[in-house]
């Protein structure tokens, strides 16, 4: 009986204080934990912010470098992409360069490079058509190779303009994405274009060579480095083993660059 009326009259501040004290210790890591997420997250905020600041000035700088041709209606600047009318840069059903098309170019090349080497990209050089068929023009067969042949010829002037040949690409589209109807002399005309437009520069992965092949394979059958195969179909189900292992890895290293912010 003593030990029941002992049990029941001790008190249970102890347990309660112990408790109290633990959840306080949760409480304050918590914060902590909460304090440090909000620094991190202000910084990659403030660090967004510093990089979107610089590209505007960067639009900016390029614009006021452009300020003539943009005057003069030459061409139009938007958010950094650059579109010329196709009746400044070439005669009609040609894509032969204009004297007027080549001094623009010329002016374009300085400013434009500048601005890919700051934002670490590539221009893509992009011609288009209106959707009037070319029949009748024997130089190309339709629009498609028109408008190829066109940013080819762009490129290559702003190429030899200096602008770098490792950050400029060119891309053919026809009649495909125009920017006004067809209907009208006027709306074609719009639609005859080329645009430059600053896009990521390709991500270069290397295939690998016959010999890292092997190398893959004799990894994934876990024999020496200095192993040579014996025969002709040890050195076969060498490189089938060291594909597929370098096809995983490729995978792997794509997968990684997709999920990777620009």
């Not at 914060?31 to 960067?58: C, G, I, K």
């Not at 390029?62 to 300020?67: N, P």
């Not at 339709?142 to 190829?148: K, R, T, Y």
């Not at 994405?177 to 002399?185: D, F, K, L, Q, R």
Request: charged share 25%; net charge negative; hydrophobic share 45%.
């Amino acid at each position: 009986m003593q030990g029941a009326e002992h049990e029941a009259n001790t008190p249970i501040w102890p347990a309660f204080g112990d408790l109290m004290a633990c959840l306080f210790g949760v409480f304050v890591l918590f914060f902590v934990w909460m304090l440090t997420v909000q620094v991190v997250l202000s910084e990659d905020l403030e660090s967004a912010r510093r990089e979107q600041a610089e590209t505007t000035e960067r639009v900016h700088e390029l614009e006021r470098a452009l300020a003539l041709p943009l005057a003069a209606g030459l061409i139009t600047l938007v958010d950094g992409n650059i579109g010329i009318s196709g009746g400044v840069l070439f005669e009609s059903a040609s894509a032969s360069l204009s004297a007027e098309g080549a001094a623009l170019l010329d002016n374009i090349a300085g400013p434009l490079a500048e601005y890919l080497r700051a934002e670490d990209q590539a221009a893509m050089i992009s011609g288009f058509t209106d959707e009037r068929p070319l029949s009748g023009h024997g130089a190309y067969r339709d629009n498609w190779e028109l408008s190829a042949e066109r940013a080819l010829t762009v490129t290559r002037a702003l190429i030899a303009a200096g602008l770098p040949s490792d950050a400029v690409f060119a891309a053919g589209f026809g009649a495909n994405y125009p920017v006004a109807s067809n209907e009208t002399a006027a709306d074609r005309a719009k639609n005859r274009r080329v645009e430059i437009r600053p896009v990521p520069r390709p991500k270069i992965i290397r295939p690998p060579n016959v010999e890292e092949v092997l190398d893959e394979g004799r990894r994934a059958r876990r024999v020496p480095a200095s192993t040579h195969p014996q025969s002709a179909s040890d050195r076969a189900e060498l490189v089938e083993e060291g594909a597929q292992n370098a096809e995983r890895r490729t995978g792997e290293l794509l997968e990684k660059e997709l999920r990777s912010p620009e």
